[in-house]
C-alpha cells in the first residue's frame, strides 16, 4: 500500500515556540492531505484539509492563524503550529489521498509536547 | 450532519472470546464509505476494511468480519477467538463524496480492546 511518512515522530518544545511538522508521500502523489489532532484517550478530530497549490479548508473551531498549512507539492504538506502553548500539546497524524477510491494513507504521528 | 457512534468505550475479553465493535453511523448522502482502523498502543493506524454504501456483502478476513446493514446503519466488526495482539482502540469512520474525490473522514469514539490471557 502507499507509504506516507511524518517528521519528526515526536518533539518538545518550549511555550511560545513554533513547530513544524512534515507530511510526505512516498510512493505515490497526493493531491488532497489531511491534517488531524488526538487528545489523550479521544478520537481523532480533523483539523484541516490541503489540496496540493491552494488554500487549506479548516473545520470550525481550528484557528488557521494558529496552525499554518502548507501543501505546496503533491508529496508534501506542512503544519506549523504557532506560538505553541501546553494545550497544543497533542498527537497530530496526517493522511494523503489521491484518487477516487475514498482512500486515506495515514502517517505514524507526531507526537508534540509543549512545556 | 454525518456522525459516528461507537457505544461501546472498553471492551475486556479473555483470550478465544469472540467480540462484536458496533459502529453506527449518520449520513444523508447515498455514496459514501465505511471504514475500520486499529490504534495499537504505538499510535499508528492500521487500515482495516473499506466498505461503499452500495455493497451490503458481509466481508470475512481470516478471524476478523463485518457485517454492513443500511437498514439500521450499523458496520460492525467482530473478531473470533480473540488474541491478546487484538488488545487496541479500534475507530470506526465514515467518508462522504468530497468535492475532491477523497472525502474527509468522520471517525467515531473509539472502542478500547483489551483482550487478556
Known amino acids: 500500500g502507499a507509504v506516507v511518512s511524518q517528521h519528526p515522530s515526536w518533539v518538545i518544545c518550549k511555550s511560545g515556540t513554533s513547530v513544524k511538522i512534515e507530511c510526505r508521500s512516498l510512493?505515490?502523489?497526493?493531491?488532497?492531505m489531511f491534517w488531524y489532532r488526538q487528545f489523550p484517550k479521544q478520537s481523532l478530530m480533523l483539523m484541516a484539509t490541503?489540496?496540493?497549490?491552494?488554500?487549506?479548508?479548516?473545520e470550525q473551531g481550528v484557528e488557521k492563524d494558529k496552525f499554518l498549512i502548507n501543501h505546496a507539492s503533491l508529496t508534501l504538506s506542512t503544519l506549523t503550529v504557532t506560538s505553541a502553548h501546553p494545550e497544543d500539546s497533542s498527537f497530530y497524524i496526517c493522511?494523503?489521498?489521491?484518487?477516487?477510491?475514498?482512500?486515506?494513507?495515514f502517517g505514524p504521528g507526531t507526537r508534540l509536547t509543549v512545556t | 450532519a454525518q456522525k459516528v457512534t461507537q457505544a461501546q468505550t472498553e471492551i475486556s475479553v479473555v483470550e478465544k472470546e469472540d467480540v462484536t465493535l458496533d459502529c453506527v453511523y449518520e449520513t444523508r448522502d447515498t455514496t459514501y464509505y465505511l471504514f475500520w482502523y486499529k490504534q495499537p498502543p504505538s499510535g499508528e493506524l492500521v487500515f482495516l476494511i473499506r466498505?461503499?454504501?452500495?455493497?451490503?456483502q458481509n466481508e470475512i478476513s481470516g478471524r476478523y468480519s463485518w457485517n454492513f446493514q443500511k437498514s439500521t446503519s450499523s458496520f460492525n466488526f467482530t473478531i473470533t477467538a480473540s488474541q491478546v495482539v487484538d488488545s487496541a482502540v479500534y475507530f470506526c469512520?465514515?467518508?462522504?463524496?468530497?468535492?475532491?474525490?477523497?472525502?474527509?473522514?468522520?471517525f467515531g469514539q473509539g472502542t478500547t480492546l483489551q483482550v487478556k490471557p
Open positions: 466498505r461503499n454504501s452500495f455493497d451490503e
Open positions: 490541503s489540496n496540493e497549490g491552494s488554500k487549506a479548508t479548516y
Open positions: 510512493d505515490f502523489q497526493a493531491t488532497t
Open positions: 493522511s494523503a489521498g489521491g484518487g477516487i477510491s475514498y482512500e486515506q494513507y
Open positions: 469512520a465514515l467518508s462522504e463524496k468530497g468535492s475532491s474525490n477523497t472525502g474527509k473522514l468522520i
